[in-house]
């Protein structure tokens, strides 16, 4: 079986779902995006963009974040971001800190837009029901408690 | 050149530092590059000015030596991609740059080769070389040989269909393409020209890897190329066999983890020898091939040394690939030996890997090499010993199903590592390439990643992982000197005579160069990305940060 047979097979018994290209992840609006806020408009980035609040249909479900570590290793995401999502060149998933933002919707446009520094669009290749797979995978790592303090002395 | 001479001996005929006055050596001058990725690679010193390139964004930095402090003739910043960065496997590494006819030419980390004006700065020419698409950066020093500029990819971890390119040195257009592996017609081997020493046959570059996995089959080149202008051949180590599970790729597959010797002027393949057939381990053999006259028996050999990835040091002739000696260097577990009769490992059953085996548990070396390509050895004419980093960490080796989605990491592996025997993770040491033995090893508690150079004083210089710039004496591996340098040494010394007839050594500080390696809690410039230690080195981070630093040292 070629690469890309098995891959759609594994998409398919993951998702439970063999069908044609995903819908986009927002709905369309002509409407204008809403107004920032003073105290938005400082972070810059750090807010949801116009266009729809994306929620995830599969939030804090542990069975389908067991099928994203699958989709984790199967979409090669740690190859760059190491087993577990610990980091390798790119970026720790593991640590509660994060570049683009932590919430799921936010996982979610990383991981289907892509973002610089060498992060691929993967949205063309699983669609909006596999990157939602991913990030509840990624958001059910454990985040340890003392990340912040990294200590040497004899306590 | 980069690695000193065409034979790539790292050896510099100066003698005005030597094993009595070492000592003293001081520093003299630094500079911060600005840059935080690993400094690998050296400074090039021609005539009166000094060139550093960084790791990406790979700024041409060009050093006036006859002034005081060092000012800048000018710094030259490339047009180079961030999306290299998340293709680059390990780090975002530069190995250096080579002058030739007034031209310094270097490679980008997105796949461009470059050639600039060495007097003025001007960029000259900008070759599209490797496809960031497909998973191809460039890592590696090009080497020039008349008026051809050799350049590899690197991508092992990507499933490239490896490769070595030549370029026009005036224009930068693409002479002539040679694939590492596939069908002859592609490897530019031809039946009567191509005589390998053992292993051969038509198109065995396809043949020996099952269901056409050569096409993903990695095999790239991100080390070292050496040359021998009397045989008129070039010498390069290809890459890993892609992807990390070897089942799908049930063969040899030749020529990953291979030495390869090419004409320069057309490509033409003449020999190779595959070090690691059916590579398990990722036992890269991208590692620096030394081309030293040696005596073997008794008998006067132009020979080709090399320390492998995998293990073990060779020694072969470098005129037909022939292998005259294999010792391992380091702890090994994947072979007993090499057998010089078929020049093919005997395997340890017990140590192959793949996604039936299992966690396959005990395999040293780790897949980090004993000793790094990235860090290359030197060879000293005088007491006729080779100088080496080595690595003493072990793995276990859990292949896994990979899926080839190009420009994404084609790998497949859960590899954790384990401290070696002794106690110490790395060392320096002299080695006889003649009889395969060890003459003697200075011990380090971190794995040993710089390269080493030696000199006509006698004197053998590296630096190591914590961040120490050492000078040991070359007949005995006693310290001479050492200095603390600001940053974990992955970089290669050299020395130079500067513009007042003195002698200088100079060496980059700057940890990096391979993110397992570094537990990336060495990293501070990113409160976004915070990790704990590795668990067989917990405290790097304790002795050195990431930073860019050009050192010079004099008496």
Known sequence: MSPAARLALLSCVILGSCAGPAPPPATASNSPPPAIAYEAHVAAGGIAPPGGVLSNPHEADAAVAKGGAQLFTAMNCDGCHGGGGSGWVGPSLADGRWRYGGADAEVFSSIYYGRPKGMPAFGGVLGSEGVWTLVTYIRSLPVPSNVPTESWEQP | MPAKNYAATRYSGLALINAQNAHSLRPVWTFSTGVLAGHEGQPLVVGETMYVVTPWPNVLYAFDLRQEGYPLRWKYRPDVSSNALGIACC?????????????????????????????????????????????????????????????????????????????????????????????????LARPDTFKPPYDGGVDVGAKSWANDSWKTGGAPVWGWISYDPQLDLIYYGTGNAAPYDPEVRVGDNKWSASVLARRPGSGELVWAYQFTPHDNWDYDATGAMVLADLLIGGRPVKALVHFDKNGFAY???????????????????????????????VIDPARQTGVSKGKVTGVCPSLEGAVSPSSPPAYSPRTHLFYTSTNNLCMDYGAAHASHLRGTPYVGADTPYHPGPGGNLGAFIAWDAENGRKVWEDKESYPSWSGALVTAGDVAFYGTLDGWFKAVDARSGRLLSKFKVGSGVVGNPIAYRGPDGKEYVAIYAGIGGDWALLAGDTRSDDPTDVRSPADYMKDIARHTSQGGIVWIFGL
Do not use: C
């Open chain 2, 315 to 345: 020694t072969l002739d470098r005129a037909t690939g022939r292998l005259l000696v294999a010792a391992a260097y380091a702890p090994v577990t994947w072979a007993k030996s090499v057998d010089l009769a078929s020049g093919r490992p």
């Open chain 2, 91 to 187: 780090d975002a590494v530069n190995r250096g740059a080579f002058y030739a006819n007034g031209q310094i030419v270097y490679n980008l980390l997105d796949g461009h080769s470059v050639a600039v004006d060495a007097r003025s700065g001007r960029e000259l020419w900008k070759t599209t070389t490797a496809d960031l698409g497909n998973g191809e950066t460039i890592t590696m020093a090009p080497l020039v040989v008349g008026e051809r500029v050799i350049v590899g990819a690197s991508g092992g971890e990507f499933g490239i269909y490896g490769w070595l390119k030549a370029l026009d040195l005036k224009t930068g257009r693409t002479v002539w393409t040679a694939r590492n592996l596939g069908p002859d017609a592609d490897m």
